[in-house]
C-alpha cells in the first residue's frame, strides 16, 4: 500500500483458502490469504477484493471476512448443487454474507463439469467485473488455483490457464495496479506452471494472449448468473444491467446431501485421483504456443 512494490505473486506451499482459524483443511495449513488482506487493512486499504478463481471454495477465506465489509471475497467453484468438495451448503449463491458484511460474499457455484472460458467469461463480465467496478477496491488479491484448468484430475474443467490472465489485466485498473496474487490448487503441474508464467506476464505489463470462445456458456452457467444476480441485487446496483434478466426469476437453492462417504471425506481433497495426474500430460487436448 506505501507503492513501493505495485503488484506481487506469492508462490506458496501449501495452498491455504480452505484453512481454518485454528485447524487445517483440504491441504491447506495457514490463512494464507486472509493474512495479507488483513495486512493490507493494516496498512492503508480500505476495501480489499478477494477474487478466488481456485476450483475449490474457499471456505476458510469466507468464513474470516463473512461479517466485514472491507473484505469482499468472490468465488467461482464447481459446486454440483452440493456433491463436489467440501461439500458445504455455505459454497452456494445464498450465502451472501451477514451484517454489515451482507453483499460482501459472492459465490457463484457452477452445477456440471468442463464449463470452459465462454462460461468463465460470461461469469466475468456479469458478476465479477461490475460488482469489482461498483466497490473500487484499493486492493486486489486473487486466491490464484489453477485447476479449472483444462487436464486437471481434480478440476474436471475445461478452462484455458490463459483466460485467467485476461482477469489480471481487466481488474487492474480498478485498484490502480496494486494486486498481489497468492498460488492456491492446482494438481497438473504443466498447467499450474503455465498459469503462473501468463499471469505473471501480464503483471510484468505484458499483454494477455489471445483466446478464442468457441461455445455458448452453458443453460446451467446462465442459471447459476441469474441465482447469483438475484440472492445480490439489493446489495449491487451495477448486476444485472449487462443482461436481460428476468425480474420474475425465482432462485431455488438446491443442495443435496452428500453420501456418507462424501461427508467423511470433508477434510480431505480425494487423494486417488491425485495419482494419476503425472500422466496427463499426454491427453491434454491442447498445445500452446511459445510466446
Ligand atoms: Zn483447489
Request: hydrophobic residues 40%; contains cysteine; glycine residues 6%.
Amino acid at each position: 500500500m506505501e507503492e513501493k512494490i505495485p503488484h506481487a505473486f506469492a508462490i506458496v506451499r501449501p495452498p491455504g483458502h480452505h484453512a481454518q482459524e485454528d485447524q487445517a483443511n483440504g491441504f491447506c495449513i495457514f490463512r494464507n490469504v486472509v493474512q495479507a488482506a488483513k495486512v493490507a487493512l493494516k496498512n492503508l486499504a480500505k476495501k480489499v477484493l478477494i477474487v478466488d478463481f481456485d476450483v475449490h471454495h474457499g471456505q476458510g477465506t469466507q468464513r474470516a471476512f463473512y461479517n466485514d465489509p472491507r473484505v469482499t471475497y468472490f468465488s467461482i467453484h464447481r459446486y454440483e448443487n452440493g456433491r463436489y468438495w467440501p461439500h458445504l451448503e455455505e459454497s452456494n449463491y445464498d450465502h451472501i454474507g451477514e451484517g454489515s458484511g451482507k453483499g460482501h460474499n459472492i459465490n457463484v457455484p457452477i452445477n456440471e463439469t468442463h464449463v470452459n472460458n465462454s462460461d468463465y467469461n460470461y461469469i466475468f463480465w456479469n458478476i465479477l467485473f461490475p460488482i469489482a467496478q461498483e466497490l473500487s477496491p484499493d486492493f486486489i488479491i486473487f486466491s490464484a488455483g489453477f485447476d479449472a484448468c483444462i487436464g486437471d484430475p481434480l478440476g474436471e474443467f475445461d478452462v484455458s490457464p490463459l483466460l485467467f490472465p485476461h482477469w489480471i489485466f481487466h481488474l487492474a485498473p480498478i485498484c490502480g495496479g496494486k494486486m498481489l496474487l497468492v498460488l492456491e490448487g492446482g494438481y497438473h503441474h504443466k498447467l499450474l506452471a503455465i498459469g503462473v508464467e501468463k499471469c505473471l506476464r501480464v503483471l510484468l505489463g505484458e499483454l494477455p494472449q489471445k483466446i478464442e470462445f468457441t461455445t455458448e456458456p452453458k443453460e446451467s452457467t446462465i442459471l447459476t448468473c441469474l441465482n447469483v444476480i438475484h440472492a445480490l441485487k439489493d446489495c449491487w446496483k451495477s448486476l444485472g444491467m449487462n443482461m436481460k434478466i428476468s425480474m420474475t426469476h425465482e432462485i431455488k437453492i438446491i443442495h443435496e446431501k452428500p453420501s456418507q462417504e462424501e461427508s467423511n471425506n470433508t477434510e480431505n481433497i480425494d487423494q486417488e485421483k491425485l495419482e494419476i495426474s503425472a500422466n496427463l500430460e499426454k491427453i491434454v487436448p491442447f498445445v500452446l504456443k511459445k510466446s
